[in-house]
């Protein structure tokens, strides 16, 4: 046990209590985390570990960090309920996030393909609009709506609007989802552009294996963002 428990990084070990702090009320909606040097001091880490642990928890959606001011917790009472209605919420989401994204797996990268036989000039030119947004304009599920309506299929449509909007009702647990989140977000831009790219050549084959790729890599971000939120 003592030998598993070694090979956690360190920033994982501070990640998993401050954010249990968290969720339990320990610190609460509006209140500063301790400094970098009071947590260095606490824990015995480095500042290199505390930023990495506070960038994480940044990213996640659980404190904000503001210069000159430190780390203030966003996460409250409001977003769980407790600490155990918490874990049930994220056991909940993770359960129904996944059976989604396996459908979608399976269904997406051929649609893909088929777009790319398919697409006329005026959808191959509204794709790219939709990958050119400014970020905080972009929805990242309207361009998969957008590759799904080129099939020109009403139940189609419906079958994918229908995973993604069940998809995005379960996230309710108060914290940033992974195709939110900045580091994330720019894979998910680069991949949308591979993918468009091989429905403008009409590339069938390359369509799919981009399609695939990226459903593939999200599935991993949820993965690791639920073993986080679930430690």
């Known amino acids: 046990m003592k030998k ?4 956690v990084p360190l920033y994982e070990k501070l990640l998993k209590e401050l954010k249990s702090q968290i969720v339990s ?23 290199i570990t505390v930023r990495k642990t506070l960038s994480i928890l940044a990213e996640m959606g659980f404190i904000e960090t503001c210069q000159g001011k430190g780390s203030v917790v966003l996460f409250g009472p409001e977003n769980s309920g407790s600490s155990d209605d918490f874990k049930r919420a994220v056991d909940e989401y993770y359960h129904d996030f996944m059976s989604s994204s396996n459908i979608r797996l399976l ?17 191959v030119a509204h794709l790219k609009t939709l990958i050119k947004r400014e970020e905080d304009e972009r929805d990242v599920d309207e361009f998969h709506r957008a590759v799904a309506e080129i099939l020109n299929n009403d139940k189609l449509n419906d079958m994918l609007g229908e995973l993604i909007i069940y998809e995005n009702s379960k996230a ?18 680069s991949h949308h552009q ?16 981009y399609m695939k790729e990226h459903t593939l890599y999200m599935k991993k971000r949820y993965e690791e963002y639920f073993a986080r939120m679930r430690e």
Do not use: C, H, W
Request: charged share 30%; net charge negative.
């Open 4 to 7: 598993n428990s070694a090979r």
């Open 25 to 47: 009320g320990v610190y609460q909606k509006g209140d500063l985390l301790p400094s970098e040097k009071e947590l260095i001091d606490a824990y015995g880490v480095s500042r």
């Open 172 to 189: 309710s647990l108060g914290t940033i989802q992974p195709e939110l989140q900045d580091e994330v977000g720019k894979v998910v831009e």
């Open 107 to 123: 269904l997406e990268p051929e649609i893909a393909r088929q777009a790319a036989l398919m697409a006329s000039r005026e959808q």
């Open 194 to 209: 591979k993918i468009y790219e091989a429905i403008r050549d009409r590339n069938p084959e390359f369509a799919y294996f």
